[in-house]
């Protein structure tokens, strides 16, 4: 008796899942030695001594510091430039609202003056 295909253990698959992931799956290929280690990758010897820096690394070391502060550089411009556009876009905002603000004052008192009311203001000290 096999268990693998018995229906009541296993139902069968619906459609719309997921096929099972060892259809399609490769086994890794492992490299060893005969005397049991295994072989790196292409290209990589760890125990080799790391080759000395040419006149080429040491020029593109230096490069690439450049243009990290060259793009370092730019997003602060960047910043800089979007709080300029901002400001920009509120103060239009803000001149208008105080104007609004103004002239609603200006009105009320004197719409109160010529009734007759006293307008006073008050400066509270603590």
């Given amino acids: 008796m096999t268990f693998r295909n018995n229906p009541a253990l296993e139902p069968r698959p619906r459609p719309g899942n997921i096929p099972p992931m060892?259809?399609?799956r490769t086994p890794p290929v492992l490299d060893m030695t005969p005397?049991?280690?295994?072989?790196?990758?292409?290209?990589l010897n760890?125990?080799?001594?790391p080759r000395p820096a040419t006149t080429l690394d040491r020029v593109?070391?230096?490069?690439?510091?450049v243009a990290l502060l060259v793009a370092l550089a730019a997003g602060g411009l960047?910043?800089?430039?979007?709080a300029i556009l901002f400001v920009g876009l509120v103060l239009p905002v803000l001149i208008v609202a105080g104007a609004v603000g103004?002239?609603?004052l200006w009105w009320?008192?004197?719409?109160l003056k010529r009734q007759g009311v006293p307008v006073r203001f008050v400066?509270?000290?603590r």
């Fill in 108 to 111: 009320r008192i004197r719409r």
């Fill in 123 to 125: 400066v509270v000290r």
């Fill in 78 to 82: 960047l910043l800089a430039s979007l």
């Fill in 102 to 104: 103004a002239a609603t």
């Fill in 22 to 24: 060892d259809q399609q």
């Fill in 46 to 49: 760890p125990g080799a001594p």
């Fill in 60 to 65: 593109l070391g230096k490069v690439t510091g």
């Fill in 35 to 43: 005397d049991g280690e295994f072989r790196d990758a292409p290209g």
